[in-house]
Every structure is written in structure tokens, then in C-alpha cells.
């Protein structure tokens, strides 16, 4: 007879831990004011706001102002008046700012950069890349092959 009791002592405590595992778990009940009713929902207004004026006059500003070049972008523009042995890219950065065509946003290494995206596109575009690699350092624009 001792031996149930004791078996039926431990159930309890084992539902007991679980009853505080899922108590835990529960999210904790929020109360709510029975009478207070939901707002209903805002329409949208037919004129717009101020917010969306600005987007408007933001976007139509831009519509007129082509967008700016990437930096490998603009290096294709300037390495079209490079001669057969091609320029280092230091001198195409500088280039590149007396045209205006792009600047480095307060970045301490542009030629790194430059120099980076060039290896990187003549790595996966091989023949079809934009640039030819003439020398160390050096790069040119690559001709199509006829």
C-alpha cells in the first residue's frame, strides 16, 4: 500500500512542473476596457499629404538630373582617351575628379577600389570585360575582337 502512495505523490509533482513550464510560456493576459470600442480604421485622404508632395517634387527633380556613374563607370568614360599603353590608376582617379565624372566618398583608398573592381570584372567577363590589363598596374579599354 506504501508503494501507490508514493507513486501517486511523485505524479502530482510532475504535472506540477509542467503546469509552470506552460505557464511560462503563455503570454501573460492583457486587460482590456470592456467598454472602449476600436477606432475604426483611417481612410485615405483624396489630396495628398505633405510627405507625398515632396516624393512628387523629389522624384521630378531627379527626372532631369541623369544619375551618377559608378566608379568603374566612369573609368570606361575616361579610359576612352587613353593611349595604347593605357593609364596607372592613380592617374585615372585623377582623371576621373577633373572631369567630375565620379569622386570618392571620403574613402582613403579610391585606386584600391578602382583597381579592385577592374581585376574583378576582367576575372569574370574575360574577353567581354570593359577593361584590358596592359601592364602592372595599368589598364586600358578593351577592344573588341572582329
Known amino acids: 500500500m506504501k508503494a501507490t502512495s508514493t507513486a501517486t505523490k511523485s505524479k502530482p509533482a510532475q504535472t506540477k512542473s509542467k503546469t509552470k513550464a506552460r505557464a511560462k510560456s503563455k503570454p501573460s493576459p492583457v486587460s482590456h476596457d470592456a467598454g472602449a470600442s476600436r477606432a475604426p480604421a483611417k481612410k485615405a485622404s483624396p489630396t495628398p499629404t505633405t510627405t507625398q508632395k515632396l516624393t512628387q517634387a523629389n522624384t521630378a527633380r531627379r527626372a532631369n538630373k541623369p544619375a551618377p556613374l559608378s566608379c568603374l563607370q566612369a573609368a570606361a568614360v575616361v579610359l576612352a582617351d587613353a593611349p595604347s599603353e593605357g593609364w596607372s590608376v592613380k592617374e585615372t582617379i585623377e582623371r576621373m575628379a577633373v572631369k567630375k565624372l565620379w569622386t570618392s566618398a571620403n ?35 578593351n577592344t573588341p575582337k572582329d
Do not use: C, N
Not at 584600391?112 to 590589363?133: H, N, P, Q
Open 107 to 141: 574613402g582613403k583608398t579610391p585606386e584600391a577600389t578602382l583597381y579592385g573592381g577592374m581585376v574583378r570584372e576582367i576575372a569574370r567577363k574575360r574577353d567581354a570585360s570593359r577593361f584590358k590589363k596592359v601592364g602592372r598596374g595599368r589598364f586600358t579599354l
